[in-house]
């Protein structure tokens, strides 16, 4: 090794020295770098671009409030289900669970506005109806806007079972979370004020993983506002023409209002 180290020195050593004593050679060296660097440039430029764009994604985003598939009846959505059937607060007194894919658009342009209301809350408050007044809502009534996700494209190795999908067993494992959902949907406000059809409550509740649209938001929320304990809405997709309308929405469903409210 140590004979192999002294031969390239020699090599690079000796062409070190030509380069220093012949004098026409460094000016054609330094304008070889100024022009490596100027094509380099747009690589630079986009490879910063790309990183800046994983960073910000809306996948990125909601893998940060993810509740893994993987771990089948142990798994941390499972655990947030069970919760969410026991009527617990475990996880949250309030809380929107969001059914999402990667490839999935209308999730993308959902995105900001769970951001702008998670960021931006006080500006959702809004009011609320007290008898025949109406008053403000306060920021202990409002609370943390929080949410949770489940990708129902996850994949993962699963040995005992390799014709199903993580999604679909969880699913066929929830038949009484769906059937729960549908029934609190089929009877809430929003249903009944025409913003949700009932073709696509009965959708979610078949339990076709397939079928399942995205995003899927449900409403969990053990406050005495509520008009149900535990699951007490339901949207599937969230509709606005802007972010900012889309997490009025949103802030709506939260605290049963409007939309979600006697019309």
């Known amino acids: 090794m140590k004979v192999i180290g002294q031969f390239f020195a020699k ?46 994604s809306a996948e990125t985003y909601y893998r940060n409030y993810q509740m893994n598939l993987e771990g089948e009846e142990d798994s941390e959505a499972q655990q947030l289900i069970n919760a969410m059937m026991e009527e617990s ?41 007290v008898g025949g007044e109406i008053t403000p809502v306060t920021k202990d009534e409002f609370g943390t806007f929080k949410i949770y996700t489940i990708f129902i494209d996850e994949e993962y190795s699963y040995t005992e079972d390799e014709s199903t999908t993580p999604f679909e067993r969880f699913l066929q494992r929830n038949d009484a979370f769906l059937e ?27 339990g076709e993983s397939n079928a399942v649209p995205t995003p899927t938001v449900i409403m969990y929320d053990l406050s005495n506002n509520s008009p149900e304990v535990g699951i007490s809405e339901l949207m599937i997709s969230v509709s606005g023409s802007t972010s900012y309308d889309r997490a009025t929405l949103l802030s709506n469903a939260w605290m049963h209002r ?4 006697l019309q």
Do not use: H
């Not at 004593?21 to 690589?43: D, K, R, Y």
């Not at 669970?97 to 959702?124: G, I, M, S």
């Open 11 to 56: 090599i690079f050593g000796g062409l070190w020295n030509w380069i220093k004593e012949t004098a026409w050679v460094q000016p054609l060296l330094i304008v070889g770098m100024i022009f490596a660097v100027i094509f380099s440039i747009p690589t630079i430029s986009e490879w910063v671009q790309n990183v800046a764009e994983s960073i910000n």
């Open 89 to 129: 607060d475990e996880y949250g007194e309030k809380f929107m669970l969001v059914f999402v894919q990667v490839n999935c658009q209308f999730c993308k342009d959902v995105q900001p506005a769970f951001k702008l209301l998670a960021e931006d809350t006080d500006r959702f408050y809004g009011t609320k109806r």
């Open 180 to 206: 729960r959902t549908a029934e609190v949907a089929r009877n809430s406000w929003y249903t009944i004020n025409g913003y949700l059809d009932e073709s696509r409550i009965d959708t979610l509740e078949a």
């Open 258 to 261: 409007v939309e979600f409210a």
